[in-house]
């Protein structure tokens, strides 16, 4: 069984950064396509970034490239997305998700294993 955790949410200001961690369990992350998603109040869940098992390729939203970098450490077994120039756009409960290959990496419905998200709040 995969365990995920997130950690590392907050309430920020508009301009400031946060590091987002996700700790895995169970199940070297070096298995898996990681991702990160997020939903905002009245929303769908959106694909924000995905990093491939062998943490050679990374995909991103069109709305984050430049601000945000999905990264993992093997020996932690964790994967983080540092988020810069927050915008009030980008608060939304962040979720760390998995799966098996990187085939429809954006596709939510397809990943395997979901942390319980944390929540990011950029004020304005």
């Known amino acids: 069984q995969v365990q995920l955790v997130e950690s590392g949410g907050g309430l920020v200001q508009f301009g400031d950064s946060l590091r987002l961690s996700c700790a895995a369990s169970g199940r070297p992350i070096n298995t898996f396509t990681m991702g990160w998603f997020r939903q905002a109040p009245g929303k769908e869940r959106e694909f924000v970034a995905a990093i491939s098992a062998s943490g050679g390729t990374s995909y991103y939203t069109d709305s984050v490239k430049g601000r945000f970098t999905i990264s993992t450490d093997n020996a932690q077994n964790a994967v983080y997305l540092q988020m810069n120039s927050l915008k009030p756009e980008d608060t939304a409960v962040y979720y760390c998700?998995?799966?098996?290959?990187?085939?429809?990496?954006?596709?939510?419905?397809?990943?395997?294993?979901w942390g319980q998200g944390t929540q990011v709040t950029v004020s304005s």
């Open positions: 998700a998995a799966k098996f290959g990187t085939f429809r990496y954006s596709d939510s419905r397809v990943y395997n294993y």
